[in-house]
């Protein structure tokens, strides 16, 4: 009876120090890319410790997969700032991106120095085979949730075929699905619309933030003073450099460039990947051709967002410019630079957008969209994960176009059997067993380094 009394009740509010805990976990084990880390957060935050409802989450995540920038780091600082203000999205944000700064730091250092990238391989060979697994269990559950009527799955079999087999911008996919999402609930009966809303709200379950949460209200001169204080952060390491050395350098170049890249990441760090290396070797100089396929293997292989990329991208251009500092130095500062005018923005979005957001939720039609964005939210997360799982699967990928039709391809004589025993093993363990993430990932990433290693 306690027991049962206990699961229809929510939560006691976490601490501001439990959650900076669970935050730094989090950041620490934020593997995988986008569909992962959307997994793991899922997984602790809305099944294990119910801080946050299932609608609750979606909604926040709608929102984010909106905005510029990477959208897994942008829903822990959403779900942060609800739970803790403005602190608590600082820490989740950070300790979101953090630890695969710090990592791809170190990497990029001994890539500087070495040139050498194989020896990653055997490391995390079996940590990928097991982020796959936890990204299939994100997609049952968030399916199970997020599409409970009709019109959702119809939405969420349409923007996964839109982006696997078609290849169509990821924008237009998620705009697409609001207008549409919009336009059907402005089509239904009051009775209908009501009926949806029950309907989807049975996935919920008692939790810290749920339907019963009080709303955040804003205001103009919040709003003012936000982008004040982000937008100052935000150039303030142009003042300091401008200072020091000068506006004509690489450290502004820098700066600038991926300023630019904040402002135009939509759909994550693969949507801009070719342009930034195109940039980087034939019009700034800061690569040698192939050396952005090396970063991009170093940011895939630590936790935190893909676009870390662009920080190994920094590090290069200013260790090849040092501009009188020791090179390694050059290269911290300029990786360091990439990295705050990357990121910056991305609490300037969520601060500045986030609480308008939260009063959405209390108009129908626009609660509608952002539904049909739900539904569509699931079919790219079936999107990553199947297009994940390609290059955990197969050694090599390429794309299969004819007409209209532009799909994700293997080359079947690739295929990893090693790498699918291990998928097998890490989908035992969460499923069968219900061993938690870190046990999961830590017996896979021993696994894959015997079988790489022999």
Sequence with gaps: MNEAAQINAPPVHPTFAEATRVWAKIGLLSFGGPAGQIALMHRELVEERRWISESRFLHALNFCMLLPGPEAQQLA??????????????????????????????LSSAYALFQETHWLAALFFGLKAAVLAIVIEAVIRVGRRALKTRFSVIVAVLAFAALFFFDLPFPLVVLAAGVAGYVATHAQSAEGRTAAAEKQALADRPSVIDSDFPDIVSSWGRAVRVFGVWAALWISPFVVIGAIVGFDNVYTAIGLFFSKMAVVTFGGAYAVLAYVAQQAADTYHWLKPGEMLDGLALAETTPGPLVLVLSFVGFMAAFRTPLGLDPLWAGLLGATLATWVTFIPCFLWIFLGAPYVETLRNNRALSGALAAISAAVTGVILNLALWFGLHVLFAEVGRFAMGPLSMPLPAWQTFQQAAFLLTLLAALLLFKLKRGILTTLAVCAAAGWLISSF
């Design 77 to 106: 600082t959403y779900v942060g700032w609800l739970l803790h203000g403005t602190r608590g999205g600082i820490v989740a944000g950070a300790l979101f991106v953090l630890p695969g700064f710090f990592v791809i730091l170190g």
